[in-house]
């Protein structure tokens, strides 16, 4: 009985981009289906409250200002949302492709979990100089969220990319 190791150096590996583009896409509509239901239904705010801070990203602050459904703002911070997911899933599926993150189910999902946490990081302690209403959003169920959202992104990559069984 043999134990194989798989060893996780760097190899000239590139992603398969479209698995990357759709696994960031599906976890960026889960981290909404997230973000909703815990603010209407755990905090017991308005569920359009972060979709108003995404918008502001492009439309500015005053987009903060009232708490109405505004068809618009939501449609802008979809948008922002689904590009930002799409990006990010290719950005972790560059990491996860050439130090073969993919090796296991396992590897993957402590991948992207470390993913989401440095993206939460990022977003919520760096971007909030750019974006200050983001501090707002701070907390552990963001970063839950997050986490999730760095997980479902390597798990969706694990189970759609193209591998090459040839070797």
Not at 86 to 107: E, H, K, R, T
Request: hydrophobic share 55%.
């Amino acid at each position: 009985m043999e134990l194989h190791m798989q060893s996780h150096h760097y190899v000239r590996r590139l992603p398969d981009w479209t698995a990357a583009a759709v696994s960031g896409l599906a976890a960026g509509a889960l981290l909404i289906v997230l973000e909703m239901f815990w603010s209407t239904m755990v905090s017991g705010v308005h569920p359009w409250g972060t979709t108003r801070m995404i918008a502001a990203i492009v439309m500015g602050q005053d987009v903060l200002q009232t708490s109405l459904f505004s068809v618009g703002t939501v449609a802008v911070a979809v948008i922002i949302h689904f590009v930002l997911g799409a990006i990010l899933g290719m950005v972790l599926c560059a990491l996860i492709a050439p130090f073969q993150l993919d090796s296991s189910v396992g590897m993957s999902m402590l991948a992207g979990a470390v993913f989401g946490l440095v993206v939460y990081l990022f977003n919520f302690y760096v971007m909030t100089r750019v974006f200050p209403w983001f501090v707002d959003a701070r907390g552990w169920h963001t970063l839950i969220g997050h986490l999730v959202f760095g997980m479902a992104i390597a798990l969706c990559y694990w189970k759609l990319e193209s591998r090459d069984v040839s070797h």
